[in-house]
């Protein structure tokens, strides 16, 4: 019986992670979105491109991680140990300037107050389906490996959080 008790409260303290993680996940899209107005700003002192950019790139991000997470085949997620996830994970935090994305996350072309407020509705509706997706739901990330739905929920926020 200690063991299904067990089994419980890893379940449920899972479940509690996830949500905490998708209600992140969805307040930093409401950030992102009143930025929107500001988008031809940019500081230079953090950064090089514009609000604009910062804003595409962070819904590029996240609606190319969703996509992969739904496409993923959750039979095939294996849980390896990478230290580097393990420590900018557990600090909930990237250091700034060192990371490279891939272009595909790159914003294209002209970035319109309209294309943002179409992107913002895109990603909330994606993040919303999660909440249905296997917890073994996983997207592969060059840097950290194989990541589990929890850990992209996780990586997610601390990105966004980043470009905010």
Known sequence: ????????????????SVNKNLARLLVSIDKLESYIPHAALRNESISKVNIAWQ???????????????????PDQYRKRLNFRWLLLGSLSWFPRGKGKAPKVVFPEGEITESSLKKKVLEARKAIAELADFSKSSYFPHPLFGDLNLNQALKFMCIHTQHHL
């Open 55 to 73: 804003i595409d790139h962070s819904l590029n991000v996240l609606l190319s991680i969703t996509q992969a997470l739904k496409q993923s085949d």
């Open 1 to 16: 019986m200690p063991e299904l008790r067990i089994l419980f409260l890893n379940y449920f303290t899972y479940l509690y």
